[in-house]
Nanobody
Framework: VQLQASGGGLVQAGGSLRLSCTFPGSRFSTYVLGWYRQAPGNQRELVATITNGGSTNYGDSVKGRFTISRDNAKNTVYLQMNSLKPEDTAVYYC?????????WGQGTQVTVSS
């Protein structure tokens, strides 16, 4: 499973970005999907996850600002990021999980300027 993430970039504080992650295959809808991020010097941390049933979970630092969603017809998971803060600056990774096996995308850089 090769995940391809896109949508990162440079944005001013208070702005918005939408990340996308896709991978091919007919079993996309069976995966639990998630976004994680890693800033320099920090451990990778949870941003948001969405189950195959559509239940979502968010890290405390992004609740109310970020929204994860999925479109199974397009094999794509999205992360809508609003009210961005400089501390959201990180490399964002998408992850797909099924039956205890995890697959990671290559990461996309998000930089928020103050």
């Amino acid at each position: 499973v090769q995940l391809q993430a896109s949508g990162g970039g440079l944005v001013q504080a208070g702005g918005s970005l939408r990340l996308s992650c896709t991978f091919p295959g007919s079993r996309f809808s069976t995966y639990v999907l998630g976004w994680y991020r890693q800033a320099p010097g920090n451990q990778r941390e949870l941003v948001a996850t969405i189950t195959n049933g559509g239940s979502t979970n968010y890290g405390d630092s992004v609740k109310g600002r970020f929204t994860i969603s999925r479109d199974n017809a397009k094999n794509t998971v999205y992360l809508q990021m609003n009210s961005l803060k400089p501390e959201d600056t990180a490399v964002y990774y998408c992850r797909a999980e099924r039956w205890g096996v995890y697959y990671w995308g290559q990461g996309t850089q998000v930089t928020v300027s103050s």
